[in-house]
Each structure stands twice: as C-alpha cells, then as structure tokens.
C-alpha cells in the first residue's frame, strides 16, 4: 500500500498534496496495491471530505488536539503510530517547507530510507525507481530504496500536475485514527508559518505567474511586467538575476535556488531558459514565452511563444486583457 500524507494549514489543503497523490496513483498502479491519504491536524473532516474526491482507497484523519499548531515533534509523534497501524510499504509525501522539517525526523525514527525532491517514479524489473535532480538540476539520479518497508519520498512540487490525479466515481471512505500524543513531549512552541521574507509571497501556491529576466533591461521596467500581472490576475516573479540585483525581493525568484513553482499559466518574459531557471517552473500546466531571440533555451519548454520585443508585445496584451 502507498500511504500519502497530505498537508493542510488551518483547514485550508495545500495543493501540493494533489500532485502527491498523483504520483503515489502511479507508484500504486506500478506495484499493483492501492494508495490510502492520511491528514494530520485537529478538526480535519472538512479537508479528509475534499480530499476523497480522488480514487483511493480510504481517507485517514490523523485526529488530535495537539496537532492543531504543526510541530515537529507531533507531527512526527502522530504519523508513527498512524505508519504502524497501516502499514505501508511507500510514504509519499509532497516536497514543502514543513515536510522538509518533518519528513527526515519521521523516517529517522523509523529508520527508514528517505528519497527527497523526486521528479519521477519508474518501474524497473520489478522495482521502484525514483528520479531527483543533483547538482541544480544538471544531472538527474536514479535512486532504488533499500531495506525493509516504509520507503519514504518527497515529491518535488510541480513534477505532477494535480490535474493528473485519477478521480473517483464516489467519495472514498472517510474514517479517524486516534492517536495518542503527549503534549508534554512536544518540545518546540509553534510560532507563525515560516516565510522567507517579511510580506513574502508563496509562489508555489500561485495560479498564474508572469516572470521577468534580463531582457526587462532596466528596473523601472518592471512595472510594465506588473500591469501584465495584474491584468492576468496574476504573481509577479522573476530569475535570479533580477533578484540578486535587487529589483525584486528574493522570495520572488523562481529556480533551482528560489522557489519551484507548477501554476496553471506561467508568463516568461526575456528570460532566456537557463537550466537552474528551468528546473522550478517547467511544471507549470501552460508556459508562455515572450523572447526577441528566437533561439532562447526557454522556447524549447514553451507551449506558445512570441518572438519579439516585450516592449512591444506586454502593452498590447495588457490593452486586449482590459478590453482596450
């Protein structure tokens, strides 16, 4: 069986956790066994009843006051018990901010092994084989889990599309595990969810993002890549050059040493497409380049492209997008 843990915050899922399952759905359907989604938290039912849309076996709700502020140690307290009781011989889980904080201890405790950041699960001659990228997404490993059942892996976020994830013709059923946790062995205090920035915005959660590069030549200029933004109803975001020379903070950049984003809609604009830009936004469902040269790398991942001058090309998209 493959066991999903799903994320919510404050009863709110991350989307995340659909790309998760999406990905356990394969590893299940390689291994011929059925997948079951455990949702930790205090007062869960309303995200276990969204979550049993998808066609798995049974929706868990791992149940407890205590974890009704996420920590660590009740995280990791309340999927033990939840791992042992259904026995899973995959856990999967999505690559966020708060399983990297979790994940590690949880498998540590079971001494098990753990696969973080997978972009891809194959079969191979009977086995499971995950994909993670090494060295900023240059080169990709193939990685096979050894020893005893749980296998832990993180899924990196847009390497599946929650659009992906098979439905089911009836809610799947939902039922609560009690846990038993001892408050007072929770040793950190919960604080506010971590952000990278004051005011930083999570991309990852984002449905339409327009992104600049160079090629928006100057600062002020950014302010044309806003108006396009606003006109989509989108996030505005950018490569690491426009973030490490400080015309947009650096919780905004999107790459392999910012943020990995998989929006419905991603609007590139004069960036050229190098591989550590790549890496965190070709998962997005449909990517629209904008690029004067029309060899840039970024075209090769392009669903539609423009080649020409942005300068040109945002004004009269924002003009028909407000019906001008």
């Not at 506010?192 to 100057?218: C, H, M, N, T, Y």
Request: one cysteine or more; charged letters at 20%; hydrophobic letters at 50%.
């Amino acid at each position: 069986m493959v066991l999903v843990i799903a994320e919510q915050r404050d009863g709110r899922l991350n989307r995340a956790s659909w790309e998760a399952i999406a990905a356990a759905q394969q590893i299940a359907a390689a291994t011929s066994t059925e997948v079951r989604v455990a949702i930790p938290g205090s007062g869960v039912q309303a995200v276990a009843g969204e979550l049993a849309g998808a066609a798995v076996a049974e929706i868990v709700a791992v149940d407890a006051a205590p974890l009704a502020a996420y920590t660590a140690d009740g995280y990791t307290a309340a999927l033990q018990q939840a791992i042992a009781e259904l026995a899973p011989a995959y856990v999967v889980l999505p690559h966020t901010y708060q399983t990297r904080d979790f994940a590690p201890k949880l498998a540590a405790r079971l001494d098990r092994a753990i696969i973080t950041d997978v972009t891809a699960v194959r079969q191979d001659a009977g086995r499971v084989v995950f994909s993670r990228p090494m060295f900023q997404g240059k080169l990709s490993a193939e990685v096979v889990p050894l020893g005893s059942a749980p296998h832990f892996a993180t899924i990196q976020i847009g390497a599946y599309r929650a659009d992906q994830v098979a439905r089911g013709t009836a809610p799947a059923p939902i039922r609560t595990l009690a846990v038993a946790i001892d408050a007072g062995a929770i040793r950190q205090k919960p604080e506010a969810p971590f952000q990278e920035a004051r005011q930083a915005v999570d991309l990852s959660q984002a449905e339409r993002i327009v992104s600049v590069g160079r090629g928006i030549k100057e600062q002020t200029n950014i302010a044309l890549a806003q108006q396009l933004a606003e006109a989509l109803g989108a996030e505005l975001a950018a490569s690491r050059p426009i973030c490490d020379a400080g015309w947009l903070p650096m919780e905004r950049q999107v790459g392999s040493s910012g943020q990995t984003v998989a929006p419905k809609l991603y609007v590139a604009l004069g960036i050229s497409g190098a591989i550590q830009h790549l890496v965190g936004m070709k998962g997005s469902s449909t990517i629209v380049v904008i690029n004067k040269d029309p060899d840039a790398p970024i075209f090769e991942v392009a669903d539609y492209g423009i080649v020409g001058d942005l300068f040109e090309v945002v004004p009269a998209l924002v003009a028909a997008l407000k019906g001008q």
